[in-house]
């Protein structure tokens, strides 16, 4: 049961290079998050995801973009790096309760 | 004005001590309140939640809402060097679809 699994762990991308972020579940999990983490700014809502097929957007969508046509995973699309891009990535996941189980973070750094 | 306001420290204290940790918000709809502790290099893990108002306590934490003064606490009593971490409040509405998280608190608790 390996929970949240976040892939890659870090990258280095050119500014207009493309990427996405995996992220996969196995807690059959209907809700999926993506978030960014800035230094010293808190987590911030980028795409969530209600179940298969429904997606909506967070607080800071622009520049991203998400599918979510299984379950367990929720990958993470952008299309045109650039510096203000450079962040930590966590993808979580909720069940029907409250607790939010998060991955272990994708670092990327856009140059 | 942000939805959720954290003091971001950093909070350093001496072993032993009685930590407080606040956070404000400004949206009088959100019901559930959460803590979450993240380590270095590291997502964040649930350390408590509380519905509406009231305390709620768990071994040397508790956590305070104050739904009429749109305040929340944690504390921590016999503050341990293993409790050196950032913490962040989170806070959601009824339908529990988004997350709204302070931009934590980094603590330093000194051997």
């Known amino acids: 049961n390996a929970g949240v699994t976040q892939t890659p762990k870090f990258r280095i991308l050119k500014i207009g290079q493309s990427m996405t972020l995996q992220c996969a579940q196995d807690?059959?999990?209907?809700?999926m998050y993506w978030y960014r983490q800035d230094p010293g700014m808190g987590l911030k809502l980028i795409y969530y995801?209600?179940?298969?097929?429904?997606?909506d957007k967070g607080e800071v969508p622009n520049g991203y973009n998400v599918s979510r046509s299984t379950t367990e995973d929720f990958p993470l699309r952008l299309e045109l790096a650039a510096p203000s891009q450079t962040s930590v990535y966590f993808c979580?996941?909720?069940?029907?309760?409250?607790?939010?189980?998060f991955g272990q973070g994708t670092r990327l750094t856009v140059v | 004005q942000k939805e959720v306001e954290q003091d971001p420290g950093p909070l350093s204290v001496p072993e032993g001590a009685i930590v407080s940790l606040n956070c404000t918000y400004s949206?009088?709809?959100?019901?559930?309140f959460m803590w979450y502790r993240q380590y270095s290099r590291k997502g964040p893990e649930l350390l408590m939640y509380?519905?509406?108002?009231g305390n709620k306590e768990d071994g040397r934490f508790t956590a305070q809402v104050d739904k009429s003064s749109k305040y929340i606490s944690l504390f921590i009593r016999d503050s341990q060097p293993s409790d050196s971490a950032t913490y962040l409040c989170?806070?959601?509405?009824?339908?529990?679809?988004?997350?709204?998280f302070g931009s934590g608190t980094k603590l330093n608790v000194k051997p």
């Open positions: 979580a996941t909720r069940g029907l309760g409250t607790e939010a189980f």
């Open positions: 949206n009088s709809a959100f019901q559930y």
């Open positions: 995801s209600v179940g298969a097929g429904i997606t």
């Open positions: 509380t519905y509406s108002s």
């Open positions: 989170a806070m959601s509405g009824r339908n529990f679809n988004k997350f709204y």
């Open positions: 807690m059959n999990h209907n809700y």
